[in-house]
């Protein structure tokens, strides 16, 4: 979301459905820690800007998660709250809303928590004074992508939702042609090594999520043709052998171990045949 259009696009699309409010996004620089009396305390935000809606600055934050956090409102609001301590300690800097919007990628469903009043018990006496804490935690799989306006961005949640809801039917993953960037990043946050693997071979060009996918399954089967054929002429070897050891006891009356020296049958090898054959 580091592009400029995309961060606008995706902060449009998820928190006002596609709507154009956001705009002139300026990445700020990399945040530092803020000193208390205990000392420095570091924390960073995966990516900050700073942006305007009609006219009036506000600042907004991108947590990227792969897994539910059962913390993440303590960790919105530290990091926040951290934000404003030191825009607050610079002259330079205007004091202006702070929002952290939480993209979650993870394949299942987030059932944690997003506000802190849910994390602890609350006297109903105190509810009213109670400085609660919510956090903007949105399912990636749970996206209207429609509402998107740049390619990348829509063809990432689109991809993502393809992905994990896919049946197993190569066709149902047709008609997506990413960027090398959105190939990546789609890789990434669902573990399809398949796109990284397209992406880093066709770096200059579009990749073909249907294909990077097609190609994989491909491999793999040939993988696993090979890996049976390799596995069945083990079975077939071991097989023989079994009734050669048999055949040498029952003609000469020796036992298993007599057989195998016959047979010159090495010692590191006989552990798998010894329970097989009945002296």
Not at 25 to 48: F, K, N
Not at 231 to 241: P, S, Y
């Amino acid at each position: 979301w580091r592009k400029t259009d995309n961060f606008e696009d995706v902060c449009n699309g998820l928190l006002f459905h596609g709507h154009t409010l956001i705009s002139d996004a300026v990445e700020l620089d990399s945040e530092h820690g803020t000193t208390t009396e205990g000392g420095s305390i570091q924390r960073r935000r995966d990516l900050i800007k700073m942006a305007s809606i009609n006219g009036k600055n506000i600042i907004i934050g991108i947590e990227n998660q792969q897994y539910k956090d059962k913390t993440m409102p303590f960790r919105d609001m530290e990091y926040t709250n951290l934000k404003y301590g030191i825009r607050l300690k610079d002259k330079r800097n205007k004091v202006c809303p702070i929002i952290t919007i939480v993209i979650y990628y993870g394949c299942y469903r987030w059932d944690d928590k997003t506000e802190l009043k849910e994390m602890m018990k609350v006297p109903e006496e105190i509810k009213e004074y109670f400085n609660n804490w919510k956090t903007i935690v949105i399912d990636a799989k749970e996206v209207d992508y429609q509402v998107f306006q740049t390619k990348e961005v829509k063809d990432f949640f689109e991809g993502l939702q393809n992905l994990y809801s896919w049946d197993g039917d190569i066709e149902n993953l047709k008609g997506l042609d990413l960027t090398y960037d959105t190939a990546m990043a789609l890789g990434t946050v669902t573990g399809t090594s398949a796109l990284i693997k397209k992406a880093k071979e066709e770096k200059e060009g579009v990749i073909n999520m249907c294909q990077a996918v097609d190609e994989a399954l491909q491999a793999r089967e040939a993988y696993g043709r090979t890996i049976g054929l390799q596995e069945g002429e083990e079975k077939g070897r071991i097989e023989t052998t079994i009734n050669n050891i048999q055949m040498i006891m029952e003609t000469l009356g020796v036992d298993s171990d007599e057989a195998m020296n016959i047979l010159k049958i090495p010692v590191s090898e006989r552990g798998r045949y010894i329970r097989q054959v009945s002296n």
